[in-house]
């Protein structure tokens, strides 16, 4: 059973386009977190959700969107995409002091 | 400054050997420090948590300065399997999930034959 599960897997999309990635997270865990690895290997927060309640957004451009469904999921919707999107996201999730991520979605905006 | 500051290397290191990294961190309200490790193309997945007292794992030694905001990771018989990205992460509260994790750029570590 997969702790963290983000689809798809690869996401590859033209500019302009609209995109979304799902993360599941069967933890039982109250926060989740999504991060983005740009191609520098940098891993840098982009937003939390606790409860249902935005916690975090760091300077993140408005084109980029939470929405948390419930507990267990938190999924990142993508406006507009621009070619400095393509990096590698993960999602993660944690009750405290562990955190658990997901194997990330590898999207490429040609 | 940035937030989390390592070497990004790359350490090139012969099997066997012993290797040290360090990193430091700029925030003095940190209180959770943790080492993470990632391989190529993967998630980062947590090696071990740093506390002042020190912390050994096997073959893994970590140690936190709260006055140098100073952190180190020491592997000791070092393996082919070692070689990897290391990630030296930091969080604002007591483990809380809240604030999220911090991350360093990590540092490549190459264990040679």
């Known amino acids: 059973d997969t702790a963290v599960s983000q689809t798809p897997k690869y996401l590859v999309t033209q500019m302009g386009n609209d995109k979304s990635i799902k993360c599941e997270q069967n933890?039982?865990?109250?926060?989740m977190y999504w991060y983005k690895q740009d191609s520098k290997k940098f891993l840098k927060i982009m937003f939390s959700y606790n409860n249902k309640e935005l916690i975090i957004n760091e300077t993140v451009p408005n084109r980029f969107s939470p929405k948390s469904p419930d507990k267990a999921h938190l999924n990142l919707h993508i406006n507009s995409l621009e070619l400095g999107d393509s990096a590698v996201y993960f999602c993660?999730?944690?009750?405290?002091?562990?955190?658990?991520f997901g194997s990330g979605t590898r999207l490429t905006v040609v | 400054r940035k937030e989390v500051e390592q070497d990004p290397g790359p350490f090139n290191v012969p099997e066997g050997a012993t290797v040290a990294f360090n990193c430091t961190y700029s925030n003095s309200a940190s209180q959770s420090f943790f080492w993470y490790r990632q391989d190529c193309r993967k998630e980062p997945k947590l090696l071990m948590s740093v506390y002042s007292s020190g912390n050994e794992d096997g073959r893994f030694t970590a140690q936190l300065n709260r006055a140098s905001q100073y952190i180190s990771l020491l592997i000791r018989d070092s393996k082919l399997s070692d070689s990897a990205t290391y990630l030296c992460?930091?969080?604002?509260?007591?483990?809380?999930?809240?604030?999220?994790?911090?991350f360093g750029k990590g540092t490549h570590l190459i264990i040679q034959p």
């Open positions: 992460v930091v969080t604002g509260y007591s483990g809380g999930g809240a604030d999220g994790l911090t």
């Open positions: 933890l039982g865990h109250d926060t």
């Open positions: 993660a999730s944690t009750r405290g002091r562990g955190y658990t």
